[in-house]
């Protein structure tokens, strides 16, 4: 399974544009990149992933560079709520099935 | 009508006790897991089953042992709870594919004193 390396902490003001970056540069051609967001006292929940192409769902965008070793998470327009730790995971055997690592703690401020 | 559903949510045990959390999931999901989250916020991987067969078992003591009756079932048994054990346990389940989401259910925050 590929590494992930993600910041320990980024603030956004409310109502920007939230940019989570992730490095995952030993990633093999067959492991999807996972976000997950889990917010505080909370279960993890499932925002969005992808492969190749670039992603968009009702929650976010993902941004995935061409060689695939890096990513974007993109919150269009964050809100209070969206204060959360953020998880990139990339996996694709069984053994190694969502393995979350430190992710990053986004504080979306007033 | 909760997808992935923990009980109980919160207990509070003496160190030695055994106690159980049960986990069931609505989704007609064939994938079921049981996550640890520590006091450092680590979301560590201990177990999972798919159609009630062990998958992963991950180095945890074998004072914890999972429980599967049915596919919509993982209960997690802990004998002989130590001060480590305390930790917010998480049941999660997924559906077919390796790739597919995982529903995470709210947490059971246990303490043991």
């Keep these: 399974d590929a590494k992930t390396t993600q910041p320990t902490s980024m603030d956004c003001a409310e109502g920007r544009a939230a940019n989570l970056p992730c490095n995952h540069s030993t990633i093999s051609g067959n492991e999807y990149v996972y976000w997950y967001r889990q917010i505080h006292s909370q279960g993890p929940q499932y925002i969005i992933h992808g492969l190749k192409n670039n992603e968009t769902n009702e929650m976010a965008s993902l941004i995935i560079t061409e060689d695939r070793k890096s990513s974007t998470l993109i919150l269009p327009h964050a809100t209070l709520r969206d204060t959360a730790v953020y998880y990139c995971i990339v996996r694709v055997d069984y053994r190694n099935d969502m393995r979350f690592g430190a992710g990053t703690r986004l504080t979306v401020k007033p | ?91 999660a389940s997924r559906q077919g594919e390796i790739g597919n989401t995982i529903y995470f259910g709210e947490g059971s925050w246990l303490t043991v004193v």
């Design chain 2, 1 to 91: 009508d909760t997808a992935v559903s923990q009980t109980p949510k919160y207990l509070v045990t003496q160190m030695g006790n055994d106690k159980s959390i049960k986990c069931e999931q609505n989704l007609g999901h064939d994938t079921m897991y049981w996550y640890k989250q520590d006091s450092k916020k680590f979301l560590k991987i201990m177990f999972s089953y798919n159609n009630k067969e062990l998958i992963i078992n991950e180095t945890v003591p074998n004072r914890f042992s999972p429980k599967s009756p049915d596919k919509a079932h993982l209960n997690l048994h802990i004998n002989s709870l130590e001060l480590g054990d305390s930790a917010v346990y998480f049941c």
